[in-house]
């Protein structure tokens, strides 16, 4: 495509391609979505569940940090600073180990989906050999959504 170089400068060229291990992730989330819906659906959750811990974790050491920023005495005098710290300490020990265990759930779920990862390759190989079909004729017309 042929652009002025005045447009080329206020444009990204973006190629929609699909890849091979695109694809082949895709098909691999349909595959379970079909055949154990129950383990894509504990996967999100786990997903889900970790992005709300780091969140919360997030926030717990935002607080901390405002706490002691905006506390000019003494830090060891202050009582509820150091009971927040505490708190606060004993909260990220138990968001740390949710997460520990959540990546150790999500570790065996990948075994599990891994029983299916060769039927995506595949799916994903016979994809890709049709599309090139439209080089030996132009009848030879595929798309995913075919």
Do not use: W
């Not at 300490?89 to 029983?115: F, Y």
């Amino acid at each position: 495509m042929q652009l002025d170089p005045i447009c080329r400068a206020y444009l990204n060229i973006l190629s929609f391609s699909v890849t091979s291990s695109g694809l082949e992730d895709q098909l691999l989330s349909i595959t379970i979505d079909i055949e154990q819906p129950e383990l894509e659906k504990r996967k999100q959750e786990l997903i889900e569940g970790e992005n709300n811990l780091k969140i919360k974790l997030n926030e717990l050491e935002k607080s901390l940090l405002t706490q002691l920023t905006q506390d000019d005495s003494d830090i060891l005098e202050n009582k509820e600073l150091v009971s927040n710290l505490d708190l606060t300490k004993s909260k990220t020990l138990e968001i740390n180990n949710s997460l520990e265990e959540s990546k150790k759930l999500t570790a065996d779920i990948e075994v599990q989906r891994s029983n299916y990862k060769n039927l995506s390759i595949i799916g994903s190989r016979i994809y890709l050999a049709s599309k090139e079909l439209i080089n030996l004729n132009h009848m030879y017309q595929f798309g995913l959504n075919q």
